[in-house]
């Protein structure tokens, strides 16, 4: 005991609190601690006053003046016991004037038929820093539109940003990447930044925020977009021959041209809150080469979509989601950077990721790959709950790949199945020459249910934890870490298989079935 209060105060710190602020709210959140211990909680203080309690790593202060400084205080506690206080003095942004789509000289109609691509897309072109493009109440039907620096959407509650299901509204095609490949593909429903992989960013400071949607055309859009682009490149397919088997499915090379709902594209400081964001033609939201992006207490669906991925960081880094939902087609998030040489070659990796306060309603969970031949590094998960998904928490990667996944943090999190393998799909292309290296990961405080959510919501039981690694010498799973495991349910008590396959350094510490 006198060792593990030594340790204890040795150790109790916290990372700087982050913050993020409109006219009207204040939302703070940090990491969490290495040591934070069950039962441990915080305690929320606004100008001295305590606001609440909580046991997670968020806290948002509402309906506050607008142009006022705050002091918010956090307070780690143990008991009664105060481990660590973190002050920051923040300030609540000035109103900003609004530029409502509906009014002049605008007159965008949210009758969810009238086309207002034209009228929304001039309001975008006006808003200045001091000024918000406001969306009201209403369906309000449009193209692809393009975002500037330094500017604000708003979406009020019952307001839907409706992306058309008609292909030549998202002409013209723009550079970007899709599963690894830097390419073409038809314009996003939001656009911003322009892609650059040799330089920094090129767009920032966006706000997207309300309680509105942003919808896509969803399942009829990308079909649209795969029968026009089968017929478009008919003869290169043909020409594959044999190689076509490569691909996950045949229509996996023009399903590759469809567009995301929102890309960001070499931007900086991009904030999305609170907002519904659904039913895009492919990945739903999507940064490449971009830094500093937060998306918080957002819904995503997108059900019935073929790759209906909900939040994919790219060759990006300082990237922040927590306290949202995901009713997915695919991935509920996918950690990318790269697929084969190419990502090698162009080497930018995804960094500092956080991932926290997450649920899955439906889809396959949390990812790492299977594109990651740029490398992905630091990223951490906690407090998710992703059992009703088919994967849980997954890190997968192809024998071409190359690159590397290491240094990967997951806490507090209840998962069907923690998975890390080679997998054999989307493989196509020329090998990067060498296989991947995962090393370096630490799943702790970790509730597996040893049983998955399929089609049709069937309960589907399987493996707790498959960890398969690669057949080239030093390429093996190393150093990974399991401590603190619950296997299954109390409701279903049997038999737990851990299977290890081209591993080496891997330890389990404490593991229990469920009783």
């Known amino acids: 005991m006198e060792q593990r209060k030594k340790v204890e105060q040795s150790s109790v710190k916290m990372e700087p609190v982050s913050v993020r602020t409109t006219d009207d709210r204040i939302c703070i959140y940090w990491d969490m601690p290495e040591f934070f211990m069950e039962g441990d909680c915080y305690r929320i203080f606004l100008d001295g006053k305590m606001t609440g309690q909580t046991d997670r790593t968020h806290w948002a202060f509402e309906d ?21 206080s973190q002050t920051l003095s923040v300030e609540t942004k000035k109103i900003k004037k609004i530029l409502d789509i509906s009014k002049a000289p605008y007159f965008a109609v949210g009758d969810g038929r009238t086309m207002n691509t034209e009228a929304i897309q001039g309001a975008i072109d006006d808003c200045t820093e001091e000024e918000c493009v406001y969306i009201p109440e209403g369906i309000f039907l449009t193209g692809a539109l393009t975002l500037h620096s330094d500017m604000e959407i708003y979406l009020a509650e019952g307001a839907v940003l409706q992306g058309t299901d008609r292909v030549e509204d998202y002409l013209p095609k723009i550079p970007s990447r899709f599963e690894g490949q830097e390419m073409m593909c038809y314009s996003s429903l939001l656009n911003m930044g322009s892609l650059d992989h ?30 026009l682009e089968t017929e478009n490149l008919k003869d290169y397919l043909e020409s594959l021959g044999e ?17 995301r709902l929102i890309n960001i594209s070499n931007c900086r400081n991009i904030y999305i809150s609170g907002i519904t964001i659904k039913d895009g033609a492919s ?42 939902t995901f009713y997915t087609g695919d991935d509920g998030i996918a950690i990318k950077s790269g697929k084969n040489p190419e990502g090698n070659v162009i080497g930018r990796p995804s960094l500092h990721i956080r991932i926290f306060d997450c649920k899955s309603e439906s889809g396959h969970g949390i ?33 071409k790949r190359g690159g590397y996944v290491r240094n990967i943090v997951v806490r507090n999190c209840r998962t069907p199945r923690i998975l890390m393998h080679s997998v054999p799909y989307n493989d196509d292309g020329i090998g990067a020459g060498v296989q991947p290296v995962f090393e370096n990961c630490r799943f702790s405080r970790i509730q597996i249910t040893g049983e998955y959510v399929g089609d049709e919501d069937a309960v589907i039981l399987c493996d707790p934890v498959e960890l398969s690694g690669f057949d080239e010498p030093g390429h093996e799973l190393r150093n990974i870490v ?3 495991l619950t296997l299954g349910k109390k409701e279903n008590v049997r038999k737990q298989n851990i299977s290890l396959e081209y591993c080496g350094n891997v330890s389990f510490v404490n593991v229990r079935t469920a009783r």
């Open 367 to 399: 990812t790492i790959g299977s594109e990651m031949s740029g490398g992905v590094e630091d990223v951490m998960i906690w407090d998710c709950d992703m059992t009703r998904s088919r994967c849980g928490i997954e890190i997968k990667g192809t024998k």
């Open 243 to 259: 190689k076509i088997l490569e691909c996950e499915k045949p229509e996996t090379i023009p399903g590759r041209f469809r567009p």
């Open 198 to 227: 040799a330089s920094g960013p090129n767009c920032e400071n966006i706000v997207i925020r309300g309680r509105g949607t942003i919808a896509g055309g969803g399942r009829v859009l990308a079909e649209r977009v795969i029968a």
């Open 283 to 324: 990945w739903n939201v999507h940064m490449i080469y971009s830094d500093n992006i937060v998306t918080e207490n957002c819904i995503f669906r997108s059900k019935g979509v073929w790759n209906g991925d909900g939040w994919d960081p790219d060759s990006s880094e300082n990237c922040t989601i927590f306290g949202c």
């Open 64 to 84: 506050l003046p607008s142009e006022t400084s705050f002091d918010a205080r956090v307070e780690w506690m143990r008991g009664e016991t105060v481990l660590v």
């Open 482 to 484: 399991f401590e603190d």
